[in-house]
């Protein structure tokens, strides 16, 4: 198996599932990310992280909206 593999492995048996109850679409600029959207709002996350922050600029209205990864550790105080 490779590295990946195991790491993504690694990811998903500490993962929680989230059912999505909410379907807030269309919301995005691009439809393939509404369920990003979605899942954040079901589960309650306080950050989208994500390179695409243009294609998240609606999600600001159901918290603070899409972070890149620098703002994310940033905010947690990981980097300056």
Known sequence: MR???????????LADRHPIFYLLRP?????????????AFSSGADYI????????????MFG?????PKTF???IGEIK
């Open 3 to 13: 590295l990946i593999d195991r790491f993504i492995d690694d990811i998903v048996s």
């Open 27 to 39: 919301h995005l600029k691009d439809a393939d990310d509404d369920f990003i959207l979605e899942l």
């Open 49 to 60: 992280v994500t390179y695409n922050t243009g294609n998240f600029k609606q999600a600001k």
């Open 64 to 68: 603070d909206g899409p972070v890149t």
């Open 73 to 75: 550790l940033q905010k």
